[in-house]
């Protein structure tokens, strides 16, 4: 036999895709990738830099009433924005400092019902997941009403910056 024809034999003309397997792939991955993204929602919180003395918009005679949230290893600070210590906290190992920080405000809630921003101040070493507690103990508490729990706004405008040096 020729060089030719052997090479002829070898290479098959039309060769068809069998893309059989890729679909019954598309179509169990395809549901199940939809379902699943239901389940995986995310809530984005708007928050903002405090703002200084210098910018705010009141008149320099008049000082507003602003609410202070300091977090420190040991303990958190509610307090004004005059430096006057509202209430120490202890911190929990337990977490049940979160609890008392959200009864501390509501009470404060009580006195200035208009009130909505709150500032907490973190230190730079303080974790993402206590930062993220303490945003959702400022930000609602849980009520019982008609049977139901529902939650209830305290100061949903939350700013944050840094804590001031410990000494």
């Not at 609410?67 to 420190?72: A, H, K, L, P, R």
């Not at 974790?127 to 959702?136: A, F, G, P, Q, R």
């Amino acid at each position: 036999m020729s060089r030719r024809s052997i090479r002829k034999a070898r290479s098959p003309d039309n060769v068809e895709l069998d893309i059989t397997a890729f679909m019954n792939l598309m179509v169990i991955l395809v549901p199940f990738l939809l379902i699943t993204a239901v389940f995986s929602h995310l809530t984005v919180l708007d928050i903002n830099l405090p703002t200084s003395a210098e910018n705010s918009k009141s008149t320099p005679n008049k000082k507003t009433f602003e609410i202070n949230v300091i977090m420190g290893k040991k303990q958190f600070v509610v307090a004004d924005n005059s430096n006057r210590i509202i209430k120490k906290i202890p911190v929990f190992k337990t977490g049940g400092h979160f609890r008392i920080l959200n009864n501390v405000l509501k009470q404060i809630k009580v006195r200035y019902p208009e009130k909505t921003n709150i500032t907490i101040l973190s230190q730079q070493n303080s974790s993402y997941d206590n930062l993220v507690k303490t945003m959702d103990a400022v930000r609602v508490f849980n009520t019982v009403e008609n049977g139901e729990i529902v939650q209830v706004e305290l100061f949903p405008d939350i700013s944050i910056g840094d804590a001031p040096a410990t000494r």
